[in-house]
């Protein structure tokens, strides 16, 4: 294998008159062990992408050309191939994979940037996708911006308010993807407010509610405090209880006013002129190449192209998407006893976020089980306690529970509804569509101790294969410290795809330590 020396960078396309999209060499994983990384001199604004196999590498930035890796920070996890960065500051910056002995390997890599000012303040690259652009199939712009209406009194209170925001417009023909990462707008004040209620559904630019038969949602990965869920079953999010006194989701608004805090990873699929055989390739993202499925993985989001969605309709014009985000809240000064809620997200894949189904009898279950501790990313020193539970499945899915490991009683459960409506188009009740999840109230709260173990458990139909499907599991917390007081001065565990974590929960900016009172 020629893979010793790497020639040089692949220039693939000129986004502008000084920004290029670079590549790592010409082939299907160009980050990899055996390979000798020239320096590559890149400019303000250049992107450059990783490809690597799933399950096999990350990519960290660490700060010296050196394979000491203590202080290495992760940008991409296993799943998060290809991988594209966003060179915005001057310098000198290095890369490394931190899975054992592949540094060693020869996965370190400088770039060197040089040319023109900043775009931004931020001293080192964005993260600016986890999908190459793929002009004509994949689509990945924008059309319009993201947008929130002025904040609605709430009939019958002088203290609680509505927001209805609008994301950016996606455009897509029948049979096109996307998946990609859009700013949203910020619907919250500069003050700290307790979160009562979030809805969320996609419609078009008409406002007209969009039907799962027509645009499927795969996933929605962001900040909690923004979308009410983590896909298909965000409509269900429509006619959710909120979550009634003395608990709340109290959050530092002004946190919100860096758009780069308000990131959203939407991965819809328009599905209008898929035939019926093909719509389970095309929803699931099934894999078509060998060399995959040769390493065990059948469907997911890296396999989700249009070559999956072959439609009849596919030269029709495209219309526009939006995610539509809702928002009640009230200030949080005033609020007398208030009980803080936190919620955390937990991954049955443990932080592979997906995995394959495979058909087995008729009338089988599929269970997937997963044992941690619910404060492993955020470890705590005293009682914490939960008191709702909402899980996240794909078609296919039945149930998800959450088990006391040590006693064995089942903590709450989640379970996944299926539209019964007569036609496929009818938004809510699309028919064999998972449209909800359940969600299940534990008051008072299950107590946990800190670094007490749960064990998490997902079931599918097995009946027919069901490939790249989730399992994630949103439990609502209380007597959380948002400080992770147990970890110390540690850095935060860098498994799987971790990024997803910290994505949910959003940074230290936004969260509010539990108070009597807040101001």
Same mark, same amino acid.
């Given at each position: 294998?020629?893979?010793?020396?790497?020639?040089?960078?692949?220039?693939? %396309?000129?986004?502008?008159?000084?920004?290029?999209?670079?590549?790592?060499?010409?082939?299907?994983?160009?980050?990899?062990?055996?390979?000798?990384?020239?320096?590559?001199?890149?400019?303000?604004?250049?992107?450059?992408?990783?490809?690597?196999?799933?399950?096999?590498?990350?990519?960290?930035?660490?700060?010296?050309?050196?394979?000491?890796?203590?202080?290495?920070?992760?940008?991409?996890?296993?799943? &998060?191939?290809?991988?594209?960065?966003?060179?915005?500051?001057?310098?000198?910056?290095?890369? %490394?994979?931190?899975?054992?002995?592949?540094?060693?390997?020869?996965?370190?890599?400088?770039?060197?940037?040089?040319?023109?000012?900043?775009?931004?303040?931020?001293?080192?690259? &964005?993260?600016?996708?986890?999908?190459?652009?793929?002009?004509?199939?994949?689509?990945?712009?924008?059309?319009?911006?993201?947008?929130?209406?002025?904040?609605?009194?709430?009939?019958?209170?002088?203290?609680?308010?509505?927001?209805?925001?609008?994301?950016?417009?996606?455009?897509?023909?029948?049979?096109?993807?996307?998946?990609?990462?859009?700013?949203?707008?910020?619907?919250?004040?500069?003050?700290?407010?307790?979160?009562?209620?979030?809805?969320?559904?996609?419609?078009?630019?008409?406002?007209?509610?969009?039907?799962?038969?027509?645009?499927?949602?795969?996933?929605?990965?962001?900040?909690?405090?923004?979308?009410?869920?983590?896909?298909?079953?965000?409509?269900?999010?429509?006619?959710?209880?909120?979550?009634?006194?003395?608990?709340?989701?109290?959050?530092?608004?002004?946190?919100?006013?860096?758009?780069?805090?308000?990131?959203?990873?939407?991965?819809?699929?328009?599905?209008?002129?898929?035939?019926?055989?093909?719509? %389970?390739?095309?929803?699931?993202?099934?894999?078509?190449?060998?060399?995959?499925?040769?390493?065990?993985?059948?469907?997911?989001?890296?396999?989700?192209?249009?070559?999956?969605?072959?439609?009849?309709?596919?030269?029709?014009?495209?219309?526009?998407?939006?995610?539509?985000?809702?928002?009640?809240?009230?200030?949080?000064?005033?609020?007398?006893?208030?009980?803080?809620?936190?919620?955390?997200?937990?991954?049955?894949?443990?932080?592979?976020? &997906?995995?394959?189904?495979?058909?087995?009898?008729?009338?089988?279950?599929?269970?997937?089980?997963?044992?941690?501790?619910?404060?492993?990313?955020?470890?705590?020193?005293?009682?914490?306690?939960?008191?709702?539970?909402?899980?996240?499945?794909?078609?296919?899915?039945?149930?998800?529970?959450?088990?006391?490991?040590?006693?064995?009683?089942?903590?709450?459960?989640?379970?996944?509804?299926?539209?019964?409506?007569?036609?496929?188009?009818?938004?809510?009740? &699309?028919?064999?569509?998972?449209?909800?999840?359940?969600?299940?109230?534990?008051?008072?709260?299950?107590?946990?101790?800190?670094?007490?173990?749960?064990?998490?458990?997902?079931?599918?139909?097995?009946?027919?294969?069901?490939?790249?499907?989730?399992?994630?599991?949103?439990?609502?917390?209380?007597?959380?410290?948002?400080?992770?007081?147990?970890?110390?001065?540690?850095?935060?565990?860098?498994?799987?795809?971790?990024?997803?974590?910290?994505?949910?929960?959003?940074?230290?900016?936004?969260?509010?330590?539990?108070?009597?009172?807040?101001?």
């Amino acid at each position: 294998m020629e893979a010793a020396t790497l020639l040089g960078v692949l220039l693939i %396309a000129a986004l502008a008159a000084e920004a290029a999209v670079l590549q790592l060499g010409a082939g299907r994983e160009t980050w990899t062990t055996g390979i000798r990384y020239p320096v590559i001199h890149a400019h303000i604004n250049d992107t450059l992408v990783f490809k690597y196999g799933r399950g096999e590498h990350n990519v960290a930035q660490v700060g010296e050309p050196s394979c000491n890796l203590t202080a290495a920070r992760q940008l991409a996890g296993v799943t &998060e191939s290809p991988f594209i960065l966003r060179f915005h500051q001057t310098g000198t910056f290095y890369y %490394a994979c931190t899975i054992p002995g592949h540094c060693e390997a020869g996965m370190l890599l400088t770039v060197e940037v040089t040319g023109g000012e900043p775009l931004a303040p931020a001293p080192d690259p &964005e993260v600016v996708a986890t999908s190459v652009p793929t002009p004509g199939n994949v689509m990945q712009s924008t059309q319009g911006g993201s947008a929130c209406a002025p904040p609605v009194l709430v009939q019958g209170t002088n203290v609680t308010f509505h927001v209805s925001c609008l994301g950016p417009g996606i455009p897509l023909q029948p049979g096109q993807v996307t998946n990609d990462f859009y700013t949203m707008a910020n619907p919250y004040p500069d003050k700290v407010v307790a979160v009562i209620s979030q809805q969320s559904q996609i419609v078009d630019a008409n406002g007209r509610q969009v039907p799962l038969s027509e645009v499927y949602c795969h996933h929605f990965f962001g900040s909690s405090s923004l979308i009410a869920g983590e896909g298909a079953e965000i409509r269900g999010s429509m006619d959710r209880a909120p979550l009634l006194p003395p608990y709340y989701n109290i959050i530092n608004g002004s946190y919100y006013a860096d758009p780069s805090t308000r990131l959203v990873n939407i991965h819809i699929i328009n599905t209008a002129g898929v035939a019926s055989y093909n719509m %389970a390739p095309c929803i699931e993202c099934w894999c078509r190449n060998p060399a995959d499925q040769a390493r065990d993985f059948y469907g997911g989001t890296a396999c989700c192209t249009p070559r999956n969605c072959q439609s009849l309709l596919s030269n029709n014009t495209a219309t526009v998407y939006k995610l539509q985000y809702n928002v009640t809240y009230r200030y949080a000064h005033g609020i007398e006893d208030a009980v803080q809620v936190h919620p955390q997200l937990l991954d049955v894949a443990d932080g592979n976020v &997906e995995y394959d189904v495979h058909r087995a009898e008729p009338g089988s279950v599929d269970v997937k089980t997963s044992v941690t501790s619910i404060d492993a990313q955020c470890p705590q020193i005293a009682p914490f306690g939960v008191m709702r539970c909402l899980g996240h499945q794909h078609i296919g899915g039945i149930c998800m529970e959450l088990y006391d490991t040590i006693s064995g009683a089942l903590i709450c459960n989640s379970c996944a509804m299926y539209g019964n409506s007569s036609s496929v188009a009818d938004p809510g009740q &699309e028919h064999g569509y998972l449209v909800k999840m359940t969600d299940d109230t534990i008051i008072p709260p299950y107590q946990l101790r800190p670094g007490q173990n749960v064990t998490l458990v997902s079931r599918y139909d097995s009946s027919v294969d069901h490939f790249g499907v989730m399992a994630l599991y949103i439990p609502l917390l209380v007597d959380w410290d948002p400080a992770c007081p147990g970890r110390g001065t540690a850095p935060a565990p860098s498994q799987g795809a971790r990024n997803i974590f910290e994505t949910f929960q959003a940074a230290q900016g936004s969260l509010v330590p539990n108070s009597p009172s807040y101001k």
